[in-house]
């Protein structure tokens, strides 16, 4: 396990892990792709609608429900192969979850901008647990604009590969950022898989309004390719 520290954020990642579980990562993404309801919400951001660049599917235990720029999303099931994986994760980490955010990057034109996942509805204790399927791709981090903590830190990159896992430990996500930059010669597919501990007693505001501290940028306009890009070219 690599471990990732500056003021404000713990990262653990370690290469490989899936393959070193026994998985057959190319064979995941192809049935995940094949058997999930993907979808590409559109967001809005002053004013006008714009889809996401990506594809996104939620899939969490009953009552774990969110809210999306303003509409209701639906939650998918889990199916055997996420059920897998996620006792896979409760055994080896012992770390529990009940809710998986699955964002599919078709190509390197897809993107996530600048944000936290810092909403209420999340356990504020509990890492971000994720894994990386198909094309490597740079996970950037960044300290919070305003942030008196890591003020003056160099940014972060974590080159993610197929299988890799990331635990993103607190307080992380209470003083860093972190996007995935557009890679405009890359061709191959990417499936990230976050999976999470949220209140079910509680509707989420997840990819909200909010803004990101010291940034004028909401979470839903970050999230929707709304902040610059880190890099188009590479």
């Given at each position: ?96 979850c009940n809710s998986l955010l699955l964002n599919r990057y078709r190509s390197g034109a897809d993107r996530m901008g600048w944000h936290a996942d810092d909403e209420p509805e999340l356990e504020a204790s509990a890492p971000i647990i994720s894994l990386s399927l198909g094309i490597s791709r740079p996970l950037r981090f960044r300290p919070r604009p305003g942030d008196p903590l890591a003020r003056g830190i160099s940014p972060v990159a974590v080159e993610l590969a ?73």
């Amino acid at each position: 396990m690599i471990l990732i520290e500056r003021p404000g954020l713990r990262l653990r990642h370690q290469p490989g892990w899936l393959q070193a579980c026994g998985w057959n990562t190319t064979a995941l993404r192809h049935q995940l792709v094949r058997n999930l309801p993907w979808d590409q919400p559109e967001v809005l951001v002053y004013g006008r609608r714009h889809p996401t660049p990506r594809l996104t599917c939620w899939v969490a235990d009953p009552g774990c429900t969110y809210r999306y720029s303003g509409l209701n999303q639906t939650i998918s099931a889990w199916t055997p192969e996420l059920s897998a994986l996620r006792a896979l994760l409760q055994d080896r980490l012992d770390l529990d979850c009940n809710s998986l955010l699955l964002n599919r990057y078709r190509s390197g034109a897809d993107r996530m901008g600048w944000h936290a996942d810092d909403e209420p509805e999340l356990e504020a204790s509990a890492p971000i647990i994720s894994l990386s399927l198909g094309i490597s791709r740079p996970l950037r981090f960044r300290p919070r604009p305003g942030d008196p903590l890591a003020r003056g830190i160099s940014p972060v990159a974590v080159e993610l590969a197929d299988g890799d896992l990331l635990l993103m430990d607190p307080p992380s996500q209470r003083h860093w950022q972190h996007g995935l930059p557009a890679r405009l010669r890359l061709l191959g597919e990417r499936i990230n898989l976050t999976f999470r501990l949220i209140q079910p007693s509680t509707a989420m505001q997840s990819i909200s309004t909010r803004a990101p501290l010291g940034s004028a940028a909401t979470s839903t306009q970050a999230r929707a390719g709304g902040t610059a890009p880190l890099n188009t070219s590479a």
